[in-house]
């Protein structure tokens, strides 16, 4: 089992910078892979980026170039750094922890989610 806690979330201008922390209940370097996602109202929940144990990342087109995902193994805390934010980015973001079962087989865990808005 792994628990997932989120933080930094908050309302702030277009333009304005957020970061977000996810820290989990064991150590991040035992998780296959680590990332964040996001829904906004009447949307489906979205990848907006994510680390695999290797550190290779991934980040959705609509944020490369703005938003860094990154690890402190020593915290057993995943970042998402957030800047040059727009209004299309409000949305309730969600950290994610994967574990790989098998080849064809994994079990994700999530936190409880935070809120970010950003106001035009």
């Known amino acids: 089992q792994v628990q997932l806690v989120e933080s930094g979330g908050g309302l702030v201008q277009a333009g304005e910078s957020l970061r977000l922390s996810c820290a989990a209940s064991?150590?991040?370097?035992?998780?296959?892979?680590m990332g964040w996602y996001r829904q906004a109202p009447g949307k489906q929940r979205e990848l907006v980026a994510s680390?695999?144990?290797?550190?290779?990342?991934n980040y959705a087109d609509s944020v490369k170039g703005r938003f860094t995902i990154s690890r402190d193994n020593a915290k057993n805390t995943v970042y998402l750094q957030m800047n040059s934010l727009k209004p299309e980015d409000t949305a309730v973001y969600y950290c994610n922890a994967r574990r790989t079962l098998s080849p064809w087989s994994h079990r994700d865990y999530w936190g409880q989610g935070t809120q970010v808005t950003v106001s035009s």
């Open positions: 680390m695999a144990s290797g550190g290779s990342t």
């Open positions: 064991i150590s991040i370097v035992s998780i296959d892979a």
